[in-house]
């Protein structure tokens, strides 16, 4: 099973890309007004795959990122079904401390860079500041280029 949780409390997306109603969300579990997951969790028919989503509410969200309850929550997560892969989206470094506060509590990070917009300074800073956290790697987002330019396997036809 994978989990994919909204941990983007300020901006959430998750919940508009799979559809869901506003309802009790991962803001809320932080926040201590639900207790459980499986009042959260939704499962998408015809896969493995649980969305923990959060719902736009005005929180402070630092407050619950620092909070003992994302600890709880990670931990929580991490037997929820078995052993599930767990996916969690995070708001960008550079808006708020939330991400630096919810990668203390995760295994490792994957850093989101967008083409043409993310600077190598900026690179430098997250990696900075989101030391010691793990970084598993690195997704190149709105890529606009070839790899190798204009390289192409039509120069091997005869070989097939």
Do not use: W
């Not at 799979?18 to 959260?40: C, K, M, N, R």
């Not at 736009?56 to 079904?81: H, I, Y």
């Not at 989101?112 to 800073?125: K, M, S």
């Amino acid at each position: 099973m994978t989990i994919l949780a909204d941990l983007d409390l300020q901006r959430p997306a998750i919940q508009s890309l799979f559809d869901l109603q506003p309802a009790i969300g991962l803001g809320d579990y932080l926040a201590g007004q639900e207790t459980s997951l499986t009042g959260i969790a939704r499962r998408i028919e015809g896969s493995n795959l649980v969305v923990m989503p959060a719902f736009p509410r005005q929180v402070a969200t630092a407050e619950l990122a620092a909070s003992k309850r994302l600890a709880d929550l990670v931990a929580e997560m991490k037997t929820f079904g078995g052993q599930p892969t767990i996916i969690c989206d995070l708001p960008p470094l550079s808006v708020n401390d939330d991400a630096v506060l919810c990668a203390e509590q995760l295994d490792a990070v994957v850093l989101v860079v967008e083409q043409g917009v993310t600077t190598r300074r900026q690179l430098a800073a997250a990696l900075q500041v989101l030391h010691p956290t793990k970084i598993l790697g690195t997704v190149l987002n709105r890529f606009s280029g070839g790899i190798v330019g204009s390289y192409d396997y039509s120069d091997y036809s005869g070989y097939f």
